[in-house]
């Protein structure tokens, strides 16, 4: 029996192609997904992978919560700790480790690393054992500046040689002492690192005498946890955390599994919709190959074989197409998942570079989605099979499909439609993340829903069609006739594409109005020419404000600086302005009372101002991070956007509390409006910094297109595979319903149809099936969009759906491209066909 | 130019197979289908083809009809000459000019009686001639199923359609594949009935192959085909008649079912 279906397998190598075909394609996407993420992670893990050999305990401050009118402050770990650290019995050294942002300008004054791998440190002592030197020795003081080896391969530096470097905003000249290996994962991954002397980095990052965490070395013969309860015992409780090296390496890449999760169950669901489709084709192409074969078959009946043995040829079969399939696919899968890495890699340096990782997991994963799933696909076709009479044998009667009724398909189909429509319709009136998972939810089962439905739906949305099709006379009608004739066949075929096109359409049609609102924000309330801010998002030195100010043509400047407080015993963060020239650079809508800002009057957001039953008007007491006290007067409240809200105060009034200012963003407004030459002189007074973005309005929409568009070629990337399948599904469907009216195609040759009318038939059954899909995922994905955006909408003011029609018409275009391929080699066979044949055979 | 007639029984042809040859394969697999066989259809003549299993009188039907292509000679039907014509231009002379009726019905499941009839005509883009229309199913006793479905209908009244189907369109020549050969004996005689009938009463020309001397009984004229040659022929056939001559013919044996054969497995 073995052979027999072997032989079988063999003998019929286009079949075998496209069933391969299907199988691979839903194996590659699974497994590229895998081995994409699995890559990624294992990037992100090496990257913020910190060598634990030089730390067998690390001290970290705890943050302490804010109580009364106390604000949340972090501990200091000082020298003093420090001090403790290394006298506990079990210490054999200690490094005050601190951290920072440094931005390092190649010789054209470039950024190197892209900004969020710019990394700043300090070098403990004249020999750190974390970072051993190459060449050079080590730095001193502000003139003086480590660099590590891989920037310095990449910029072409030297020892000696003077380098520009941004740490908030203000350029410095150091001369580079020394050049360092490292195996921090972040250099390994593309970024860069500089090291200061312990003092000079911990002035430069803002935290003068204080380290960010100690790393402890145990005495040889003392044991991680031995020495974390010496340190716990010898240092302040509730102040400080003493963790084992060990426990740091696990919790890291928990975390680091944790922020991958999302983006892998993302990628995973797009397989598993790529799969589930799959599935459809390959149960198609079975159902196909066993109705094509029924003489073969009870012909084995008749000769003896049993029941049984039928459906184990079938699903013999279906093994081994499976296995071949899965062995192709997971290698197509391991070229996906490289391909979107090294895409994603040049969209930015989102994405850490790293080696592919293909796990035993990803392997078994391929291996069981292949031959599973196409196993179970098979399996009721090969029941079918086994059912087949051993008459079939002798009589010339095909056996016809027997055509069950859908009424429960129905009813179980708009019981499920009805009730995940209502889901998501309760939804969109709850507010955002409450109404996420009842939304999620309803999608689901709308859309299994409509799935159900698509048989029933086919007949009158086809007949919608019949009035274009009369047009080409009766390959038309004969093509809307053959296109219901099968509603099962018809609507698993149309599934593929609705799916693909409801997620298309849906996440098209809320990054655009997404798009849109925020750049209305951006363009509304914003009257600044210029934003200017740190690439990574790092704060600025106030410095850079003073610098801008003093520009020729610059009319208004004001920065926006973050401090925290405490506010009738609750966290409030304060924004400091410059009150004379925020209402020039600004235009909030007021609600009550007026926009001013200056002295102790301060302006508050409408959201601020209801939780604390605020008016204009209204007086309150602040305290200061310094712990000190003022009283403060709302003099209006103003409708928050994404950019600005909270309490806006004056920044001199704000000032002396502040030990350290820094900005998160500087707006500028300019006598002549944004222009190249006012932008040459702005640039110049920031330092001609590369690690500074200094964006006119222009500019920050673009931002925002950017990476919305990014995100939708991403998720279009990934369903382009949905649509593939699609394709090979109608091309599937198609192919089987030649080979079933070969009798049919053959009289109507007979009787005067032509060859081209017989293709014409077949083509535009197929772009009936085409856009039947493509119409079914576009209103779908419509509604998705409209439910999923004001969901979203409650969070961002001027969200307002905007339907893309442009892109609608390009999916539903697609939709007819994918029918019209499809039916290529379906129509020239069925043009092909041997007349004589099909008439007389029998 | 064939002239119109006015008489029952003319000479004018509406077919005419001369030195008809169809050769499969080469060299010692050669099978000889058709020996430069020389036929004539008249108009207004209902023929019948005989002859034993593989002896070509299927064959001869198919390409006299357009449906295959033939090694050498020539066929004309009317005033065209078969050889000649591209598949495109012999696909129209089918729809125009030719009518068929299939052993196995042969209708489209999706339409209803009456457009599986008007078929031919809405291929070609014509109106049917209503009038004749009529009378064509009044013949074929039609008139309270032309809705149904080809499921709906039993197998004499799918073949009555496929009657009315090729009479419809007024084609110049009917040809029948053994369009009695899935029907029992009350509807076969039936549609013989109604092909005589289109015969004698609307002067329609008729050819067709059959394996049955009884079905061949209703033809005005009996051709018998053997080895791809014709070696006999009978006007005004009685059933007992063309068994006589069928038993006399190489390898004849009446009930041998035609065209077997050439059927596809599957």
Known sequence: MFRTALRTVLAHKARLLMTVLAVMLGVAFVSGTLVFTNTVSGALENSSARGFDHVDVAVQPVYQEGKGDRVGTLPKLTDATLDTALHVPGAASAIGVVEGFTAIADKHGELIGGGFRSKGGNYWGDDDPRYPLVAGTAPHGKGQVLIDSKTAQRAGYRVGDTVRISVDGPVLTPTISGIFTTDDGNVTAGGSLALFDTATAQQLFGKPGSYDEIDVKAKPGTGQSVLKQQLDTALPKGLTQATTADQLASDQARAIADSMSSLKNGLLVFAGIALFVGTFIIANTFTMLVAQRTKELALLRAIGASRRQVTRSVLIEAFVVGAVAAVVGLVAGIGIGAGMHSLLGSFGSTVPDGPLVVTPGTVVAAFAVGILVTMLAAWLPARRAAKIPPVAAMSSVHATATTKSLVLRNTLGALLAAAGAGLVLVATTMSGDSGQAPMGLGAVLLITGVFVLTPLLSRPVIAAAAPVLRAFGVAGKLARLNAVRNPRRTAATASALMIGLTLITGM????????????????????????????????????????????????AVSPMRNAISRIDGATEFLTGVDGAAFGELTDLPVADGTFTVGGTTVVVDGDTAEDHHWTAGSRFTVSYEDGRKQELTVAGVYRANEMIRGILMDKDTLAPHQTDPADMQIMVKTADGPGDAVKARLVKAAGSNPAILIQDRQDISDGIARSVTLVLNMLYGLLAMAVIVAVLGVVNTLAMSVVERAREIGMLRAIGVDRAGVKRMVRLESLVISLFGGVLGIVLGVFFGWAAGSLAGDRLETYELVLPWGRMAVFLLLAGVVGVLAALWPARRAARLNMLRAITSE | MTTSSFAGRTTAVAARATELSKIYGQGETQVIALDRVSVDFAQGQFTA???????????????VAGLDTFSSGSVRIGDTELGSLKDKQLTRLRRDKIGFIFQAFNLLPTLTALENITLPMDIAGRKPDRQWLDSVIEMVGLSGRLGHRPSQLSGGQQQRVAVARALASRPEIVFGDEPTGNLDSRSGAEVLGFLRNSVRELGQTVVMVTHDPVAAAYADRVVFLADGRIVDEVYGPTPDAVLDRMRSLPGGSPRTPAAGAEGRVG
């Open chain 2, 49 to 63: 083809i005989m002859g034993p299993s593989g002896s070509g009188k299927s064959t001869l039907m198919h390409c």
């Open chain 1, 508 to 555: 098209t049609v809320v990054a655009n109005s997404m798009q849109l609102a925020v750049e209305k924000l951006a363009a509304s309330a914003i009257r600044a020419d210029y934003v200017v801010s740190m690439a990574n998002g790092n704060d600025l030195s106030p410095d850079v404000e003073r610098k801008l100010k003093a520009t020729e043509g610059v009319t």
